[in-house]
């Protein structure tokens, strides 16, 4: 049989057998018989080469991975390397032994554990007001039938639009007494003592900041509540659950993710707010993180203030991470289901005007009243006497030594001139390079969204969220502030602040970017694709056009954000790269309210065109937004 089966068995083809004169290359093989890649590529690199080029050709050939590169190397270098510079330079050798002067020496109360300590109050106040206030106004609104509805929801959502500077500037025009400085304010001028704890230090410096982020609270909260399912409530009401039961019962536990939500935001605003501290607490020494980092750099103390920006950072990102823990935790507050039902609103009954009332209040003293009171300064000799003997010095007078040390009015000064081009035209360069870099990202997260780069991506453009702007500015500054390589070093240069400001706003844009780009179909764009179409023609023949009216809303907001902005550019700004809102923070510190508040107004208004014009470009390229 053994012979048979031999002789029956086709011989091997001629091609088939090896030349006598060819070496038999024997592959090395593992003990259980399989062959050791790692053996094969050391003897023979020839041959694996060959073998793993089909692979590189493939993942090169990969649709879309040139852009994935290119837009997780852009945000790498405008997020990820500006942060770990600052963290490098904490433990090169020129800041030895700063992480423990700051945390555990002799002065590390001052340095940090005592900002550390007013920090976290003022953040978790500043949460408690906001999440009270502003949800107390989203119940009114969405909840109940009390008048005039939709002007306390327009209201409610006003101060977040005003810079927190000149509400504190308002503040300080209003209750500034004669402990610094020697000026007072209205009140004071009026014949009324003003205590110290009221015109100075940790109470006005809360009050400001909850007038100002309750809005951001107010416009979470009311989203969540006009979700909640009419037909639970007016189930509980059949049968027979008092209002407050339903509230506790039913309101809240859907709400609670959104209050959470609410709470963090503001707690994190709060704790990296320069602005309002900085006026109302530094005149009493009262220093926050954000301010005492400013005062380290400002004295040339740059490792004490890298360590402290770090240590903001920290801060405001674990408490960001708790609130979100806390809400992707809970997973049973579904509120929108297949079922369609009418709004079902308390009936306040009496206490409908009284309720109206007490919003309307508090609307109209955080969004009217400091408006009134910087454009009133503005005109007034000074701040004792806001509503008499207006005039105009402030704003087209002439040097007068007898009026504010001889300083110009605005039309007339030749630094506050400057400041509003350089101001306006940042505005505008940042918009266009926010919007096309965020378009650029916001293409790869829409298009390419199951991709390990893509999630590297998408999570790099979140991290500007978690870093105060302060913060964001030091860590600029520790990356251009000497040159490197190739670079030129960038501190005071325009370039400096374009960059600085793309990199720490590009989280908005890039929202923006996905928002409209995924209402584009992405079969124009496949289809683009397989006639030959770049990623870039694609972008810019079909992407952009039909995206073009959102982009330009999300172009306006970034331009609105930097222009107010004061928290990234203080660090950032020099003698000869002037800015408004440093300009108006340095007038109030030297003792000329009068032109930090006109210098403030020109701000306003600026900011509230854009933002009134933005709205409507939105709500033209989301029509159901008027409803």
């Known amino acids: 049989m053994g012979s048979d089966h031999g002789r029956h068995r086709k011989a091997a083809p001629e091609h088939w057998r090896p030349h006598p004169a060819a070496p038999v290359v024997m592959l090395p093989v593992s003990r259980s018989g399989r062959d050791t890649g790692a053996e094969c590529e050391n003897r023979f ?19 879309g991975i040139a852009i994935k590169l290119a837009a997780l190397g852009i945000v790498t270098l405008l997020v990820a390397l500006p942060l770990l510079k600052i963290l490098a330079f904490t433990f090169s050798d020129e800041a030895t032994g700063t992480w423990h002067e700051v945390l555990f020496s002799r002065l590390s109360y ?3 554990w005592g900002p550390l300590q007013n920090t976290m109050l003022l953040g978790f106040a500043t949460a408690a007001g906001c999440v009270i206030i502003g949800g107390f106004l989203a119940w009114l609104v969405a909840m109940t039938d009390i008048p005039f509805r939709r002007t306390i929801g327009l209201m409610a959502t006003l101060p977040f639009m005003i810079p927190s500077f000149a509400t504190a500037l308002a503040w300080g025009s209003l209750f500034r007494n004669s402990r ?3 000026h007072v304010g209205f009140i004071e001028g009026l014949g009324f003592a003003v205590p110290d704890w009221l015109a100075w230090g940790m109470a006005p410096t809360l009050i400001v900041l909850i007038a100002h982020y309750y809005s951001l609270a107010f416009t979470v ?11 639970l409530v007016e189930a509980a009401q059949l049968a027979g659950a008092r209002r407050s039961r339903i509230l506790a019962g039913i309101v809240l536990p859907v709400v609670l993710p959104a209050v959470v939500a609410a ?8 704790v990296s707010n320069f602005a309002v501290p900085a006026l109302l607490g530094l005149p009493v020494r009262m220093q926050t993180l954000a301010t005492r980092l400013f005062g380290m750099i400002g004295i040339g103390q740059t490792a004490r203030g890298y360590v402290l920006a770090i240590l903001l950072i920290l801060v405001s990102a674990v408490f960001l991470w708790l609130g979100n823990r806390m809400i992707s935790g809970r997973r049973s507050y579904a509120t929108v289901t297949g079922k369609g039902g009418r709004s079902k609103r308390f009936q306040l009954g009496a206490s409908r005007y009284p ?8 609307c109209f003293l955080t969004t009217i009243v400091p408006v009134v009171i910087l454009f009133a300064s503005s005109l007034a000799p000074s701040s004792s006497a806001l509503f008499s003997d207006w005039n105009l010095h402030y704003w087209i007078g002439r040097s007068n030594a007898a009026i504010a040390q001889g300083q110009p009015g605005i039309w007339h000064n030749p630094g506050i001139l400057s400041a509003t081009a350089i101001t306006v035209g940042l505005g505008v360069a940042v918009a266009i390079t926010t919007t096309a870099v965020g378009l650029l990202v916001a293409f790869v997260l829409a298009r390419y969204r199951d991709s390990i780069i893509s999630a590297a991506i998408n999570q790099l453009t979140l991290v500007p969220l978690l870093v105060p702007g302060i913060a964001f500015g030091a860590a600029y500054i520790a990356l251009f502030g000497a040159g490197f390589g190739p670079v030129p070093a960038l501190y005071g240069t325009f370039i400096l602040l374009v960059i ?26 496949e289809s683009a694709r397989m006639t030959g179409a770049g990623t870039l023609r694609r972008l810019a023949a079909i992407t952009m056009p039909l995206a073009a009216r959102g982009l330009a809303s999300g172009a306006l907001i970034v331009f609105v954000k930097i222009i107010r902005d004061l928290s990234l550019v203080v660090l950032l700004f020099t003698p000869a790269m002037p800015l408004l809102s440093v300009l108006a923070y340095r007038y109030a510190s030297e003792g000329f309210p009068q032109f930090a508040n006109a210098i403030t107004v020109v701000v306003l208004v600026i900011s509230i065109a854009a933002t009134l014009f933005a709205n409507r470009l939105q709500s033209k390229s989301q029509p159901w937004l008027k409803d």
């Open 45 to 63: 690199p020839l041959m694996t080469s060959n073998l793993l080029w089909p692979r590189g050709r493939a993942l090169a050939g990969r649709p």
């Open 263 to 270: 709470g963090s935001l503001t707690f994190a605003s709060a």
């Open 221 to 231: 909260i009311v989203a969540a509540l006009a979700t909640i399912n009419s037909d």
């Open 110 to 112: 001052n340095l940090f």
């Open 355 to 362: 309720l109206f009332a007490v919003a309307f209040v508090i």
């Open 180 to 182: 610094v400085g020697g």
């Open 500 to 525: 600085a400001a793309t990199a720490y706003l590009l989280p908005f844009s890039v929202q923006t970017g996905r928002a409209v780009i995924q209402q584009v179909s992405g079969d124009l764009d």
